[in-house]
């Protein structure tokens, strides 16, 4: 066991405790960015002028009528930004445009005005005149005009060509499938103003504080150190607030620098729908080969993920696509390209798993499609082709642990009753005609740290004050997540003092600088190893005064629930005691952490390397029952086990595995983003751009059944206190639902054949997939 | 009329048992009100009543009683609170004094992020004080599956207009069905002892807009002044539930000169059975609805759990839904198969027009300037089979792609009266007048029913949109014949082996 992982006795993590806002979240006194503007007086509210074409060359721009506008106090345009007009880490991204606008709905000017409503109507004033220019608005669009942006990266293993000529069953096929909009309940939000001497306080629902301070500082032209990020907490982030938040952040500030007023930018959800980058749909095209027991001996596949108007994040999505396009499945040979093509709609973005998703779908459907036509169960391909020890990757990192993978496969098996519930299913597909059940089972092994080795570092900052109270900060953002009742864990146990003697402090950059974004499920690994780090200084300093005070060498002094204790001697310590004792002595009560995870190296260049400390596992079976009269299906249960390695935190950890699956099967099967593809005026509008259109799942879409279990004996070496990630990789367990699906469309036709089913797996995708199984070849 | 001189009135509304006044601009929304009287428990998510996570508490009167009823803030005009109750998520409990929900809620892992969750904790505690609510759930055959109650007889539907990202909802469903019976000191238990506050008479005109143009919101006090005021101001707005003009005002920026508050109107609020019809006052809710009409009209008992969410219900009237004139209103196709009838009134008087006829065009109807629908009519008897279908993405709290009302008549295996009425495969609801002849006079089984698929499946003028394409409307017309007989097959069975509802 690692020191890391190691943990002392009588631990606060481990403990099932209740998120550490819940009681606020409760009553409503939660507060959020936005929640802050009504605290303050002379706030102005930003409205944008958008775009009403997919793309096309600004010809003019007249805001004078805006000006005459009643409550109208400033328009804001490109011509207004004293620093760099760039609202991403690419330089592809202006803030405003100058010369073109590149998507629909894209802002073009901003306006503040003294309330919403003059700020609406001031940009209502405002004249743009257009020279439409041709748009792609689909990826096959973008596919067949060459237009790609960013790396195309290979990951390439084996010899492909020479395993296909040898494999028994060859496949080939195509796929596309679409992305998500992320519907975080709160939308994105910023509030701005300037401080004393001029330092720019910018309150923002931003997974990344660091990155908001540094294009903030670089719109305004100013120092990194003139300018504070603070985040209180988001209402929902699942990667959406990576990088979009920046540039709504920016603007906030630029006018709060231009007017000396706080400005308060608050995207509605039909800005926020139109205006943000969504999950990355794919088009895939692969061709795969088994030997005669359904080995897989090769894959070929060329991922182009749709990547917008600009890069974005899609680069490292990609390639984490392309990274997860194994799964759990050992492939000798394989050979994997990359692309992003560039296309005139918003700039898609982190979400949720980052692209592995999108990579482990292919090889799901494709499983899934090829099983009938190898004769074999898809459950049985599946585990068939489970990673064995001493196998690597494709990008070659040894896959360490892969028997999680089958102890959770056999635990699922077992706890779900899977046999006597197939046995079930017969019966009830035999006794009939217009509705059929299917169960399937899926696995997940997902990927931890970021792609890019330099994220993968954490800094915290623990305050201890004289009365034994501590207060923590951490680089980490509160999402929702759960990650500030992990850390209020992780300290008390590393301090070996009660809970309720810690205080989370909320995230900001002029407590903890240069912080990774709160993303690639890394939150906990990264933060509570320098949490860990902070509070293991002050215990060692604090254990040298407790030792003088017992007699004993301090490598002998304990900490645990608040009482300091030395081995094999009876007295015991209030650690409040202890913490005078040690201010008397002028020793210092706080300590800065910090975190790097150790072992990682990725060459981008070649795609290979150990990108990642630790792979996560997981398995779910799911049971769905089709109607042929609609497609309509209901989710009748789902079983899960999945690894979190020792939980920090259970109650937050089943929480993040329930909503990812929830949220991942929203992607699979309901939420159906659609643009205007017309060459009507509205070419390249979002047509899905609002709750009334756009369908996140409700209650009739939990599982009517839900059992999650976390993985037995699954410490992790590598990790704080032995845990693991927990963020994205449940959202992958939702594949069981779509197979589930697929397998129970087959029902409706002759066996041994394979069922194309489009994702999403709407209900008319399902209708229309049982039409084809009833009736084929017409 | 009501007099100019009220005015300059500003609105009272009891706020967590706070009067709090209300003196901006007309169109201005609950939501917008309490958060600017610092009230931030109530968010916006969506600002079009398809999130929850700005539910709040209203006390409605019912019967001797009140209920607190969950509505949608952000669709609720402030003016029209004047002089009501209302309890938010802080007014429930507080940090260190959580309300039941609120304890369970937080114990169970019921928030993540927290932003829906004072929407959820409101709606929740709605159904905690629901006195009907017992320990037995009520799950009535042929509603579509709109209730699903726990072992304290919490109907989970109640929620269904809250929406979580984060959750996936079970800890939510266990929160709800482990919720006990209110103290016997529970404040709020004790208030729906008592009437809420009748109806205040409110008149505001305020400017409404940055340039300062005039809007007026009005609540008559009676049926006449309303007449009244549609005849001199035809352009005014009715608003009931306003669960469409709030949509409208939100999303679209719509703003009117006059608006009407009529959802209180004792007149629009009646249900009267006599020999020959059924007759529902416009302004009832689809939840009193559901509740007076208790399974007595099948087909709308079929509707009414699939009928957007509790939320809207709480709040949208049964006139609403037919004076939008929407083609995809959910209740057109089931009364139009019922041969409903609308009572259309003005100073003139009233006139009665077959729903059939009502619809004329795009969001379009015979209801003339100074005229509102006061009432509907279901003739009696009611048509013994009967089917509502609703084809949406999501099973509740959707926008229907397609919906079909069926009322049949079969003596002796014939079938001697056939009316169907459809929603979203034209630009007005329509009967399937072709489907409806070639039915009578055919026997009731599945030969004849597949013969008729496919003239169904020509009904209307289907069109491809982002809710489904015109060919999957099409199929799901064809379809459904075959699903109703299904049904009614399997109830009769009574096994309900097949439940493809």
Redesign the interface.
Known sequence: MSQLSQRPDAPVVGQRH??E????????????TD?LA??LTGVLHAYPVQSTCAHGKILGLDTSAAQQ????IRVITAQDIPGVNDQGAKHDEPLLPVDEVMFFGQPVAWVL?EDL??A???AKAVRVDYEPLDSLITIKDAIAAKSFHGIQPEIAKGDPQAAFAQATHVFEGDFEFAGQE??????QNSLALVDESGQIMVHCSTQHPTETQDIVSHVLGIGAHEVTVQVL??????GGKEMQPHGYAALAALGAVLTGRPVRVRL???LDMTMTGKRHGFYATWKIGFDQGGKILALQAQLTADGGWSLDLSEPVLTRAMCHIDNSYWIPNIRVNGRVAKCHKTSQTAFRGFGGPQGMLVMEDILGRVAPQLGLEARELRRRNFYTEGQDTPYYQPVRHPERIDAAWQQVLDSADVARREAEIAQFNT?????KRALAMTPVKFGISFNLTAFNQGGALVLVYKDGSVLVNHGGTE????LHTKMLQVAATALGVPLSKVRIAPTRTDKVPNTSATAASSGSDLNGGAVKDACEQIQARLAAVAAGKLGVPAQDIRFAQGKITALGKRDELEWSEVVREAYMQRIQLSAAGYYRTEGLHWDLARMTGSPFKYFSYGVAASEVEV????G?Y?LRRVDIVHDVGDSLSP??D??QI??????GTGWLT?E?L?WDTSDGPGRGRV??Q????Y?????????EV?NVNLLDKAHEEGAVYGSKAVGEPPLMLAFSVREALRQAIAEFGASGRSVPLASPA???AV??AI?TVRNPGS | MSAEATQETKCLVTVNGTVREFDG?PHTNALDFL??Q???????????G??G?CSILVARSDGEGSRWTALNACLLPAASLDGQEII???G????AD?HP???E???R??????????GF?CSMAAEYYRPERTGTPAVSAGDGGAHECGPNGFD??A??G??????????I?DAAYALGDPAGDDQLAARTQHRAPAPVATDIQRAD????ALGRFRRPADLDQVLQILAAEPESVLVAGGTDWG?EVN?K?ARARSVLAIDRLHELRQIHWNERYLELGSGCTLSELERKLAGKVPLLSALFGQFASRLIRNSASIGGNLGTGSPIGDTPPALLALAAELVLSSIRGNRVVALEDYFTGYRQTVREPGEMITAIRIPLPLAPLTSFQK?A???????S?VAIGYALTVADGMITEARIGLGGVAATPLRAVATEAMLEGKPWNLETIRAAAHTMGHEGTPMD?????AD?RK??LA??L??FY?QQLARRSGAG????S
Not at chain 2, 162 to 171: E, K, S, V
Not at chain 2, 393 to 399: G, L, M, V
């Open positions: 209740r998120h806002s819940a009681a606020a979240h409760v009553t409503g006194t939660a507060l959020y929640d009504a605290r506008v009643p409550g109208v005005g409503e003059a609406k109507a001031g992320h519907f975080y309940l709160e939308t907490r988001m209402g929902g982030g699942f509605d959800r039909n006794n009939n005609h217009y509705s999402m929702g997540q759960g109607s042929s009269f609609d309509s209901v109650l937050v089943l929480g329930e909503g990812g699956f929830v949220q309901l159906d659609r047509a899905t609002a709750a009334s259109t369908k996140i799942p409700s209650f009739s879409e939990m599982p839900f709407t209900p008319e209708f229309w039409d | 601009p958060r600017g610092q009230l931030i428990g109530c968010k916006e998510g969506c600002a079009e398809e999130c996570a938010t998520s802080e429930l409990g507080s940090v959580l929900v609120q304890e809620m937080a114990n892992g019921g928030s993540q992020c927290g932003y829906c969750t004072p904790v989970l539907h929620l269904s809250n929406l979580c990202r984060c959750t996936g909802y079970r800890p469903r807009t940055p340039t300062g949509v999303i920026g084809i993405k999501r099973r509740f709290d959707d926008i792609s949109d982002h809710r489904a394409s999957y199929a799901m379809s459904s075959e699903r299904a082996q097949e439940q493809n």
